[in-house]
């Protein structure tokens, strides 16, 4: 969708909130250049059997970030990887580091006739050519996120969405992310150095589309308030805004003037 959500106006009304450091992402400061075109087939790693590398088709390109198919593979398990994933390799890659390119998990056809399969799906193929890859950046050498802070996330339901974010909690390497406005289907956890987690602004920078925060008000804050249900666990208390001074709940919990901000919740 052609959603974009900036985070101004948000940020603008609450000055305390807190901001992830780009030093906590792995992820370059500058986006990589997406130099791919759609129909190139390169190398990579299938997510469903990271072992085995296939070759893909470019089915999309949305800012730093390529929708991918596997060749042989149906079109209901397309993923995403930024250009500069380390998952992704010219082809012939494969070959050089002395393995064998593998048919995707769920491939389509008889297994014998895998090798003629790819010999038709390469022969006057478009190659994506080496240029195209990007540097992988390192990783962080530790979590320095802290519960509160703000960010960019892949949905994983919608993984073709990023969406403005909050750090609901940490732990060890480990951070859970819980999507702003969202009733927390969509939250999960990752490794503080995973690739589908952004510093805020980052879509504005590699030009790929942000989604504007959920509705679904400030759901689960609160044992303080009026009409919450005592004893149940806030999902993430710190994605949500905290309620209206009158005690009513808004339907927007981002975008809200609150006079609490939003690190005080207890
Ligand atoms: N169509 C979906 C999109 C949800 C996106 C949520 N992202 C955190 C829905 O409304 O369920």
């Known amino acids: 969708s052609g959603s974009n959500y900036t985070w101004d106006e948000y940020l603008k009304e609450n000055e305390n909130v807190l901001i992830a450091p780009a030093s906590c992402f792995k992820q370059w400061?500058?986006?990589?250049?997406?130099?791919?075109?759609?129909?190139?087939?390169?190398?990579?790693?299938?997510?469903?059997?990271?072992?085995?590398?296939?070759?893909?088709?470019?089915?999309?390109?949305?800012?730093?970030?390529?929708?991918?198919?596997?060749?042989?593979?149906d079109n209901k398990n397309d993923f995403w990887r930024l250009v500069d994933s380390g998952d992704l390799h010219t082809i012939g890659y494969c070959e050089k580091q002395g393995g064998l390119l593998q048919p995707p998990l769920g491939f389509?056809?008889?297994?014998?006739?895998?090798?003629?399969?790819?010999?038709?799906?390469?022969?006057?193929?478009?190659?994506?050519?080496?240029?195209?890859?990007?540097?992988?950046?390192?990783?962080?050498?530790?979590?320095?996120?802290?519960?509160?802070?703000?960010?960019?996330?892949?949905?994983?339901?919608?993984?073709?969405?990023?969406?403005?974010?909050?750090?609901?909690?940490?732990?060890?390497?480990q951070i859970h992310v819980?999507?702003?406005g969202w009733r927390g289907a969509f939250d999960y956890w990752c490794r503080y150095d995973s690739r589908e987690i952004f510093p805020v602004h980052y879509c504005k920078l590699m030009n790929h589309p942000l989604q504007p925060p959920g509705q679904k008000g400030a759901v689960g804050i609160t044992p303080k308030?009026?009409?919450?249900?005592?004893?149940?666990?806030?999902?993430?208390?710190?994605?949500?805004?905290?309620?209206?001074?009158n005690g009513t709940f808004s339907s927007h919990s981002l975008p809200q003037k609150s006079p609490v901000s939003s690190n005080t919740a207890s």
Do not use: H
């Open 29 to 73: 400061p500058e986006p990589p250049i997406n130099e791919f075109s759609y129909g190139m087939k390169l190398e990579a790693a299938d997510p469903r059997n990271l072992t085995s590398m296939c070759v893909a088709t470019v089915v999309g390109i949305q800012g730093s970030r390529l929708r991918l198919r596997l060749d042989g593979s």
């Open 178 to 180: 819980t999507f702003d």
């Open 225 to 245: 308030f009026k009409g919450s249900k005592p004893g149940k666990e806030p999902s993430s208390p710190l994605a949500l805004s905290p309620p209206s001074s």
């Open 108 to 173: 389509s056809r008889n297994p014998s006739s895998w090798p003629s399969f790819m010999q038709r799906t390469l022969n006057g193929a478009d190659i994506a050519p080496e240029s195209c890859f990007k540097k992988e950046p390192a990783s962080p050498k530790k979590n320095e996120f802290q519960v509160g802070m703000k960010l960019e996330a892949v949905d994983r339901k919608n993984p073709q969405l990023i969406c403005p974010a909050t750090i609901g909690s940490v732990n060890g390497d």
